[in-house]
DNA sequence: TTCCGACAGTGGGGTCGCAAT
DNA sequence: ATTGCGACCCCACTATCGGAA
């Protein structure tokens, strides 16, 4: 098959925006596909790679060859390119790469151009990703959509699922079974705002658990061969040998287990964030930093364990073989209670003693995994303030023409001036949008013209509209974080926009020590 | 007919490792 | 030694479609 009829079903894909009319397109395409380039199209078409990363971002992509007026190439002849540019990656060899960047690139046509460049940059904006790919696989597979989303599951792998289903049919999907040492996709959160909403959502009882600020981990052990996977599935077992250690300390030889690693200080509060994630995500020096940041882990369900699946089983049960395999120690501290009042204090007991919040379980449900169901709710403290806009960032996408991403400063009353302290695009309607970019405009001093149409992901030119800072917004953020980029050295985490202050005028918005007031 | 669950898009701050400067 | 880039850790929120109620 040819790149072009893949970049030309995208286009059509993009065009319409009916969920069903995307399905039909990308079905018909699966439908045409050969076997040995199914993962290709699949992969593609749902805006991965086979290769998942070949270090090429939006900056190698710059300077691009003139394109071809001709489209010839194959999806396997593209597939051998990036696996060859993936091959040069750690070599010292960027001028390597970039010659075989430009001989892809100068090989296709332009529309194909277009195509890769946005696939590559992962923003390939088509509205199909994999929940729409999973229900084009089932209709050109003729199976259930349900057989493809349990085979993704335990696979983690939609090319090589959809390739299954193609060739194989519900038979060969059936076939996919929880294998230790391959990563799950792991169950994730919805949000609610208080525990009480929460408990509503999940019916009561319900289980009540830390929410641990730090990294999701699976952790797999079959024998003395442990593995420990991210919640995208990337093996960090070298990175986290407290944890290996830990699995390897239990009774059980065949486990798979869900929880969270983060580094916790010698009174035993967590450290911030940032200190989690640098030590988790060190490769080198490990030896060392385990003496410096130990990590702690804290399991909260189990997938299997002594041999048993438990993905089906009811959270109760889970988490009941949990008790089993794992001692008490490394298990999230859970309350299962029908009580409101109950599950609140002990959310209160949670952030006072540092940790980000809870996350409410359903007793009932199986292990949703890869989904965002209903069955885990989390709920965190909100922190507001009043900030001022300083600046603005003409959108992108479906926000092209308004001014989206707001620059927010805290009130310095030593200067009389205002204090940058991080960007938000969030919480805007539609119609705040409108509103904004029209108030915008008339504060604008400089650039006060246009959005910049200069080539898609180029940050930090053009597209900046500094203004006249006279507008307070109030902000809903998740906690204050040390900051090298800003120059109060603090930024917000999580900051969304909940709504203008048009009563307020600058002078009263929120100064700079309020904030490091929250940072401490 | 209305409601609501699931998805995709639109970006945020921080950190590490690597290559180029 | 410093800087820029790519990848990945954490993520919130709105609009939209289409099946459920």
Redesign the pocket.
Known sequence: MLLIDLARTSAAVAAD?????KIRHLAELLGRVGPDEAEIAIAYLS?ELPQ??????????SDLPEPRQIATATLGQVDALLERIKAQ???????ARRELLGQLFGAVTRQEQSFLHRLLT?????????????EAIARAADVPSAEVRRALTLRGSLPAVGAAALRGGVAELKAFHLEVGRAVAPMLAQ?AASVTAALEKAGAPAAVEW?L????VQAHRSGDDVAVF???L?D?TGQVPELVEAVLGLPGTDLVLDGEVLALRPDGRPEP??VT??R??????VASLRETVPLTVFFFDALRVGGADLLDLPDQERHAALETAVPAGLITPRLVTADAEEAEAFFGDAVRRGH?GVVVKSLGTPYAAG????GWI?V?P?HTLDLVVLAA?W?????RGWL??LHLGAYDPETGGFVML??????????LLTWQTEQFLRIAESPADGPADGPAGN?GDGHVVTLTPTLVVEI?F?GV??????PGGM????A?VLRYRPDKRPEEADTVATVRAIML
């Open positions: 925006s009916a969920r069903l009319a805006g998942r990363q070949i270090g090429v971002g939006w900056r190698s992509l990656t750690g070599t010292g060899s960027q001028a992962g923003e390939l904006r088509q509205g199909a990703l994999d929940g729409v790919m999973i949000s929410k600020d730090g990294v999701r991210t919640r995208t990337d960090i964030f940032q994630s640098g988790v995500a060190s490769r080198t020096g980000e989904r965002r169901g209903a989390k965190k909100r960032e959108g992108s996408g479906r926000r989206s991403n991080g960007k938000t695009f969030k919480g805007l309607t539609d119609e940050p809903a998740d974080q040390r900051s090298s980029r800003y930024a917000l985490r999580f969304r």
